[in-house]
């Protein structure tokens, strides 16, 4: 049985079903669709050079890679390889073949440090040690069960803010993404990262098949959306929030936590039975946050480097 690498193929609908049913059994506390998949290799900016790798064995894919250039990072020759084997496939060499494809691929776009996330466990660790990364700071996949939880009751907005839906920004989304852009300039990574371009904003982001606007909800402070959290869907029983967050001016006054909940709350009666987010292990305030909903931690990641030789 040979192992070999190539591209994915936008057009093959069984490369996109592969691909997606390989990343949910590797890592089953992130939404992945076919749709997204192919969303996600034909909307990303073309600076990113991104590309989606997979492994197939006899016409099988049993691994998955994501790789890209840092584009929109100030500092140059950064690049990320997020690589997942589906478990029941591992030791045939897949995982080692895609690394290398990735690793070529990026080196000859001038990439020189390298990022990726491994999942907290015994083989993927040795794995990257392996091969020369080193270990960084971690994260946390946290699980709620929606169906069989109890959530803390809604509450109402305190004097001069209104819940609303991403929804209500359909015909003019430009303050979704300026806050959208605030927030994650503050989310903690080893990248840093400039967002300021709209229109790939609307391709990557706005108009992503797993978003659900209807149950992203957003706290409006005196007309401007101060805090959100965005809601990502996969068309059956599954939700997951994409991101939680609150401009600098507008934190400490709980709306982070008050959008979260609404959300939640939409999302079960909407007939969502399991609910996924993500924390990194030192953001103690969304941590807490978390507990507070009912998610409880179903796993861990952890963010390794390596410099290109």
């Not at 040690?129 to 939880?149: H, Q, T, V």
């Not at 305190?158 to 003019?172: C, S």
């Not at 936590?257 to 030192?282: I, Q, W």
């Amino acid at each position: 049985m040979t192992v070999i690498v190539r591209d994915l193929r936008p057009d093959v609908r069984a490369d996109a079903e592969g691909f997606s049913h390989t990343r949910r059994l590797a890592l089953p506390y992130m939404l992945s669709t076919p749709e997204a998949v192919v969303h996600t290799l034909t909307h990303t900016h073309p600076d990113a050079h991104f590309r989606q790798l997979v492994a197939e064995e006899d016409g099988e894919i049993i691994g998955t890679a994501q790789v890209s250039v840092a584009h929109d990072s100030p500092e140059p020759g950064q690049g990320r390889a997020n690589i997942y084997v589906r478990p029941d496939r591992r030791s045939r060499g897949a995982g080692s073949l895609l690394l290398r494809t990735a690793e070529e691929c990026l080196y000859a776009l001038g990439v020189r440090k390298l990022f990726a996330w491994v999942l907290d466990e015994p083989d993927n660790l040795a794995f990257a040690e392996r091969r020369g990364f080193r270990a960084g700071r971690s994260a946390y996949f946290l699980r709620l069960d929606l169906a069989a939880g109890t959530l803390p009751p809604r509450q109402d907005p305190p004097p001069g803010v209104e819940l609303r839906t991403a929804a209500d920004y359909a015909d003019d989304p430009r303050p979704m993404f300026e806050l959208d852009a605030v927030t994650s300039s503050d989310e903690p990574s080893d990248i840093e990262v400039e967002f300021t371009d709209y229109e790939a904003w609307l391709d990557e982001t706005w108009k992503h098949p797993l978003l659900n606007r209807g149950l992203t909800t957003v706290a409006v402070v005196d007309g401007r959306p101060a805090a959100f959290s965005v809601a990502y869907t996969d068309g059956g029983s599954r939700y997951a929030t994409a991101m939680t967050g609150t401009a600098r001016e507008f934190r400490g006054r709980g709306l982070a936590k008050l959008a979260k909940n609404d959300s939640l709350h939409r999302a079960r009666a909407a007939g969502y039975t399991e609910a996924f987010t993500g924390n990194d292990t030192g953001n103690e305030p969304m941590i807490a946050v978390n507990k507070w909903l009912g998610y409880e931690i179903c796993a861990k990641e952890v963010r390794h480097v390596r410099e290109l030789p």
